[in-house]
């Protein structure tokens, strides 16, 4: 499991560049739900998969939702959003 740092690191690598609005929202969601980094990287994947940028308020609505239904890993959220058709992933 990648940390948050390396997850953010792999991004900008791949030509995702967030400005400090965003890296500070990022942080700001992970302090505030109190989840994991890997539940934190994949609530970034979803939001850049879906809104094709980062979208900060989609983002924290994410994590809500994965904390408040006890979500703790990726496989489990990526299952949850999918079972929940609360998202249009393949």
Known sequence: MNTLE???LS???KGFHFGEDAIGFI????QYTEASDELINTAIE???????RFDGSFY???LETFMAN???G?????????????????
Do not use: C
């Not at 979803?46 to 094709?52: A, D, E, G, S």
């Not at 990726?74 to 393949?90: D, G, H, M, T």
């Open 70 to 72: 006890e979500i703790k």
């Open 74 to 90: 990726r496989r489990e959220a990526l299952n949850f959003v999918k079972v929940k058709q609360l998202l249009p992933l393949p």
């Open 6 to 8: 390396d997850y953010l």
């Open 46 to 52: 979803i939001t850049l998969k879906v809104q094709k």
């Open 11 to 13: 991004l900008k690598s």
């Open 60 to 62: 924290i609505s994410l």
């Open 27 to 30: 942080y700001f969601g992970k």
